[in-house]
Nanobody, 112 residues
Framework: QVQLAESGGGLVQPGGSLRLSCVVSGLTFKNYAISWYRQAPGKEREFVASIHFYSFITEYSDSVKGRFSVSRDDDKNTAYLHMHDLEPEDTAVYYC?????WGQGTQVTVSS
């Protein structure tokens, strides 16, 4: 059974940083790309970032490019979303995804 578990969310002031983690079990982690999405209240879920397997090629949405970075540690079956210069508009539930599987999400709130 494939499971994804996000952690690391919380309340942060504008301009602050957070690192989200996504631990994956139930599949051979190194063979799969990992994507991050977010969903703000009243809005649709949107793509944030992804990291390919093997090549580690990354992609980012325009709204986070230059502020967020994504990485992975295949030895730990874990992907990370490093978020810097956070803005109130980044407030959302953040999800990780691989193939058709989603995590339960972790709340990020950016507020003073």
């Amino acid at each position: 059974q494939v499971q994804l578990a996000e952690s690391g969310g919380g309340l942060v002031q504008p301009g602050g940083s957070l690192r989200l983690s996504c631990v994956v079990s139930g599949l051979t982690f190194k063979n799969y790309a990992i994507s991050w999405y977010r969903q703000a209240p009243g809005k649709e879920r949107e793509f944030v970032a992804s990291i390919h397997f093997y090549s580690f090629i990354t992609e980012y949405s325009d709204s986070v490019k230059g502020r967020f970075s994504v990485s992975r540690d295949d030895d730990k079956n874990t992907a990370y979303l490093h978020m810097h210069d956070l803005e109130p508009e980044d407030t959302a539930v953040y999800y990780c995804k691989t193939t058709a599987y989603w995590g339960q999400g972790t709340q990020v709130t950016v507020s003073s």
